[in-house]
């Protein structure tokens, strides 16, 4: 069993120049480090173009274009930018993660096993997440209410968050990159060879602090809790700004805390997702949840708060229903297979006994270890149909924006890539890992992701 079937590791202190994420070729070695290298240089920028255009040009990605075909990109970027260093901005971001740090560790709940990893261990959690959502919430709304906070000023200082987001997560992959090549957590640790590719995709699979887990911080308590916060300080902008809450703003804000909700109630199942068990803590997990998340994630929200559309009843009422099937479907699709392996099979789905396939694998030692491939309910309409309510739930909390402007898509068109992109992957890594037994599932679910089509 490897960690990613395309990547190859070793141990930091044998460097290896084998090649990441089995690509051969023209991607391979020095040309895959400049992509990885424009990514990192990229998504920083367009953290910031975002909040710019939602900010500075109405939401227009036209004028945004203008601009930077009159000003120049780099000159307009540098100068527009707001500063990393602002005081406010720092102590709103500090107060946050000091608060969720002392929930993660301290709130109680019941001890969860993650699976078992390539080199044999098993990561354990303490499942206080949704216990944490509440609290957070609750702190937020009612500190407002009581007049010792201003959620709005939050929304004020988004560009300064945003920088200083960069900023610090750049900062914290150092640090994460120090602490996997000299003081990991565990055996699973280890270096692709290449410096680069280790920043980004990160050295230790489930670095800690002590009692904090840190991909369990940066993922959850940090990224998610925070596309929560913010939404919510959006909201209470526009209520502040214009005296009410457009509709618009209520079925978005809405079915992303639909969302949000399901995800901290699922917590635990979400330690067995690609994120947790394969994706090591670098930039591109690690620094993507601290920045990628509020800045993006939360961005049609960001733009409802200054263009509050008034759909009627009707429409409302359509694309919150119709979001809240999507975001049902993909919580349901998730506790099918949880509890499928909750069960070791022994369950029903659908009102039946479900179809599996008993798979074989080794791990990395050589131990040869089984498991069960769910072929039935959502898991038998397609490999990975769960990802297709997913795509269309962000579809229909974007949609209340209408279509003035592209900028309130993004976020559906970038997640639909990534699932996508996802859904290859992870049958690349099923075949590696389950050989002839992935095999006999595909026949048995021939679709990757959407039935008749692919």
């Not at 120049?17 to 920083?44: F, Q, R």
């Not at 939360?298 to 559309?309: A, E, G, I, N, R």
Request: charged share 15%; hydrophobic share 45%.
């Amino acid at each position: 069993m490897k960690l990613k079937a395309q990547r190859s590791w070793t141990d930091v202190s044998k460097p290896t120049n084998a090649g990441p994420w089995g690509l051969e070729g023209c991607l391979a070695g020095a040309l895959y480090d400049v992509g990885v290298i424009l990514i990192m240089v990229m998504t920083p920028i367009i953290s910031f173009l975002i909040w710019y255009t939602i900010f500075h040009q109405d939401g227009s990605v036209g004028n945004l274009c203008g601009l930077l075909r009159r000003k120049g990109g780099v000159d307009m970027i540098w100068k527009a930018c707001p500063s990393p260093l602002n005081g406010k901005a720092w102590q709103i971001i500090a107060t946050f993660s000091l608060l969720q740090v002392f929930f993660q560790v301290f709130l109680p709940g019941k001890t969860v096993e993650g699976p078992v990893t390539p080199k044999g261990n098993i990561p354990k959690y303490v499942d206080n997440g949704f216990l944490s959502y509440v609290l957070t919430n609750a702190l937020l709304l009612s500190t407002w209410k009581l007049g010792v906070f201003c959620p709005s000023s939050v929304y004020d200082l988004m560009g300064e968050i945003i920088a200083a987001l960069c900023l610090g997560g750049f900062a914290l992959c150092i640090l994460l990159n120090l602490k996997g090549r000299y003081m990991p957590s565990s055996s699973d640790h280890g270096s692709t060879g290449s410096f680069i590719l280790d920043f980004y995709w990160g050295l230790e699979l489930y670095p800690r602090l002590g009692a904090l887990d840190i991909k369990q911080f940066t993922n959850c308590r940090f990224g998610m809790m925070s596309w929560e916060v913010l939404i919510l300080c959006y909201a209470i902008k526009q209520y502040e700004f214009y005296g009410f809450l457009s509709d618009s703003m209520i079925v978005s804000t809405t079915l992303m805390t639909i969302y949000n909700t399901k995800f901290f109630l699922w917590e635990s199942g979400y330690w067995r997702s690609m994120d947790i068990m394969h994706d090591r803590a670098g930039y591109y997990l690690c620094w993507g949840c601290i920045t990628w998340i509020p800045a993006f994630y939360t961005s049609p929200v960001m733009y409802l708060v200054h263009h509050p559309v008034h759909l009627g009843g009707y429409l409302a009422s359509l694309y919150l229903l119709l979001g809240c099937i999507c975001i049902f479907v993909n919580f349901q699709a998730d506790m099918q297979r949880h509890n499928f392996r909750a069960t070791h099979g022994q369950t029903k789905i659908w009102g039946r006994t479900p179809r599996k396939i008993v798979a074989s694998y080794k791990t990395e030692d050589g131990e040869r270890k089984r498991t069960l491939l769910l072929a039935s309910g959502w898991w038998g309409v397609a490999r990975h149909f769960h990802y297709v309510p997913e795509v269309l739930g962000a579809f229909f909390w974007s949609a209340p924006a209408l279509w003035t402007h592209l900028t309130p898509y993004l976020y559906v068109l970038y997640l639909a890539l990534v699932l996508l992109d996802r859904a290859h992957r992870d049958d690349r890594r099923c075949s590696s890992k389950y050989g002839k037994h992935w095999g006999q599932y595909c026949r048995l679910v021939p679709w990757k992701m959407l039935p008749g089509v692919w």
